[in-house]
């Protein structure tokens, strides 16, 4: 019995100079892999369009009913998205949201991503529903911010010539 | 001083542990008859989790439904998106191509080695080996990672859709879970060594809780904890599903029936699940990950979906009425049918194996409460749907008027007399 307590105490001691495995969060933060389905953003085309156009595809899939989609028109003088709706609230009540991904795989156009985001903390309920404003990517370096002024008839068709997800 | 002893010793105490208690991780209640130190009865009461997730699954429609019953438990919860999966895609007649049913083979695999090992830690904390507890924790996440890396969650992976599965395998991240597996290979045998040498761990579970091949067939018990008592009982081997026809496991078997024995077999089943997740990913087959058409509404009809969760049978009753939502779904997770073995097990123990013994089925708690048989007094009695959601409201409309929430305007309502009843009433 002794000399199976010293192998024991001997393994724990082993341990003792390995380096730790405990990461000091939130000093140094894990990196999440390239699949992590954390918080949603809602992505720009090139020339700054917003992807998302509103047709509430992804609130009708939404299996915890966590989005609220509400669609306005657009119009070549004030064009938010390609097509001819767009979406004037969009929010996303992360309270309720299991990130299941199922949004993503509903929206026609791939304009919301499941991003790396993890930390969502809030101090109040209101404070968990994040808004279109919070969703939204910045707008890219080329492109310039919603609302746009653009010629008439290019940005007909609301939905563009999709690739196979990555 | 001596008297007293005598007139403790012939009372009879009973031991009421949970629904909330230090050693138990989720809300169940236990109540434990003892003589001295010795358990004479012991006796349970579930359903203080229950979560109306099957009646939850009849407004949902068949896609989002997968999302929520992967949700029943959160350490097993690709198995019973599998289970369901298997369940609706025979219901419509259809069946995912093979790709995809080894990858939810593989998916399964991975998820009961990072289950088993979990187990590991929290039994080990149990018998107040807390270094185990520790190390196993640590390795486990070596799997936890790989499943980060190939469905991008922790737990509740996603992986599943109806007639397939969401995310392939790429060659990178294969040779990834090669080198994973090889350091939990190592670090298994390590603890299967430990748990059959140390002398101190095995006098926490040599011997202790010792179900009989009998008893076990008896109880109706399943899984691992049916294994280490030398009964076959595991739904690979007895139905393969997915893709267990072409990737086969062998089932551990143990004879002694005792704590030791279902450690032996659990972590035995770890070199398995290694074995097949390996074979897998050398012969993957090649093709398509989904199919090209799943529909929407599922034909009438009812379909019965056996899987093999970590901790034993997993039983889905799936039935539809034709139209995008299913008609009843019902799920039966393995806990509930080991839930027995441990009542009898505890009796004639000491009060110190009890949480040892309860932890030796690797009980999930939440998982099994769900069915719901309401009586009153001795009038037994079946209430409708209707009738109880009408009580509901009445009873919420009360609530609200007494409480004062938002304002003295709403009057109480009656309050309806059944409330307590409903609580004593309550049967899993
Ligand atoms: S991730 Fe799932 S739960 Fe969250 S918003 Fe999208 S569909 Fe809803
Ligand atoms: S995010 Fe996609 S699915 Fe949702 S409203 Fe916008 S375009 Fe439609």
Same mark, same amino acid.
């Given at each position: 019995m002794f000399g199976e307590i010293v192998k024991g105490l001997y393994t724990t001691l082993k341990h003792l100079f390995q380096p730790p495995v405990t990461v000091q969060y939130p000093e140094i933060k894990r990196p999440v892999r390239n699949r992590f389905k954390g918080r949603h953003e809602l992505k720009r085309y090139e020339n700054g369009l917003e992807k998302c156009i509103g047709c509430a595809l992804c609130a009708a899939a939404c299996p915890a009913d966590a989005i609220f989609v509400e669609a306005s028109e657009n119009s070549d003088e004030k064009r938010f998205s390609p097509g001819e709706r767009y979406a004037s609230t969009y929010e996303i009540n992360m309270m309720r949201c299991?990130?299941?991904?199922?949004?993503?795989?509903?929206?026609?156009?791939?304009?919301?991503?499941?991003e790396k985001s993890y930390e969502l903390s809030f101090y109040d309920r209101a404070s968990a529903i994040y808004t279109k404003e919070m969703l939204i990517v910045d707008v890219p370096v080329n492109g310039r911010s919603t609302p746009q002024v653009v010629e008439p008839g290019i940005f007909n068709r609301a939905i563009p010539e999709m690739e196979d997800p990555k | 001083m001596h008297t007293n002893e005598h007139t403790q010793k012939a009372e009879t105490f009973i031991v009421p542990i949970g629904p909330q208690h230090p050693a138990l991780r989720e809300p169940g209640h236990f109540e434990f008859t003892i003589e001295g130190e010795i358990v004479t009865a012991a006796s349970v009461r579930l359903g203080y989790a229950h979560r109306g997730i099957e009646k939850g699954t009849e407004s949902r429609n068949w896609v989002q439904n997968l999302y929520m019953l992967e949700r029943i438990c959160g350490i097993c919860s690709h198995i019973h998106a599998t289970a369901y999966c298997l369940g609706v895609e025979q219901l419509a007649g259809v069946e995912a191509p093979p790709r995809a049913q080894a990858i939810r083979e593989m998916v399964a695999e991975l998820e009961r080695t990072h289950s088993h090992l979990l187990w590991l830690g929290e039994a080990a904390h149990e018998a107040g080996f807390e270094t185990l507890f520790?190390?196993?924790? #640590?390795? #486990?996440?070596?799997?936890?990672?790989?499943?980060?890396?190939?469905?991008?969650?922790? *737990?509740?992976?996603?992986?599943?859709?109806?007639?397939? *599965?969401?995310?392939?395998?790429?060659?990178?991240?294969?040779s990834k879970i090669e080198q994973g597996l090889d350091y939990l290979e190592e670090r298994t045998r390590h603890y299967l060594d430990v748990v059959t040498s140390d002398p101190v761990f095995i006098q926490r579970t040599r011997g202790i809780g010792v179900m009989t091949a009998v008893?076990?067939? #008896?109880?109706?018990? *399943?899984?691992?904890?049916?294994r280490a008592s030398g009964v076959v009982r595991?739904?690979?081997?007895?139905?393969?599903?997915?893709?267990?026809?072409?990737?086969?496991?062998?089932?551990?078997?143990?004879?002694?029936?005792?704590?030791?024995?279902?450690? *032996?077999?659990?972590? #035995?089943?770890?070199?398995?699940s290694y074995g097949v997740i390996r074979r897998i990913l050398a012969n993957l087959p090649p093709g398509e990950l989904v199919l090209k058409r799943m529909p929407r509404r599922i034909k009438a009809g009812e379909a019965i979906s056996r899987v093999e969760a970590p901790r034993g049978e997993l039983f889905y009753f799936i039935r539809s009425n034709g139209s995008d939502t299913p008609d009843r779904v019902k799920v039966r997770t393995p806990t509930l049918c080991n839930m027995a073995s441990v009542l009898t097990l505890t009796v004639g123990r000491h009060l110190a194996d009890v949480p040892m013994i309860l932890v030796g089925i690797d009980p999930c708690f939440s998982c099994n409460d769900r069915g719901l048989v309401l009586k009153r007094g001795a009038d037994h009695e079946h209430w409708t749907w209707d009738r109880l959601r009408q009580i509901g409201l009445d009873y919420y409309a009360g609530e609200r008027g007494s409480g004062g929430v938002g304002g003295t305007s709403i009057s109480p309502a009656p309050l309806p007399p059944c409330p307590p009843a409903l609580l004593t009433g309550m049967h899993v």
């Open positions: 299991i990130f299941c991904g199922y949004c993503e795989d509903a929206c026609p156009t791939q304009a919301i991503v499941l | 520790m190390y196993a924790w #640590r390795d #486990r996440e070596t799997v936890m990672d790989i499943l980060e890396a190939l469905t991008g969650n922790r *737990v509740n992976y996603s992986a599943n859709l109806l007639g397939g *599965v969401k995310y392939d395998v790429t060659g990178e991240q294969a008893q076990a067939d #008896r109880l109706g018990v *399943v899984g691992p904890t049916a595991d739904v690979r081997v007895e139905a393969p599903y997915a893709a267990y026809t072409a990737f086969p496991i062998t089932p551990v078997l143990a004879q002694a029936g005792d704590l030791e024995a279902r450690f *032996v077999v659990r972590l #035995r089943e770890l070199f398995e």
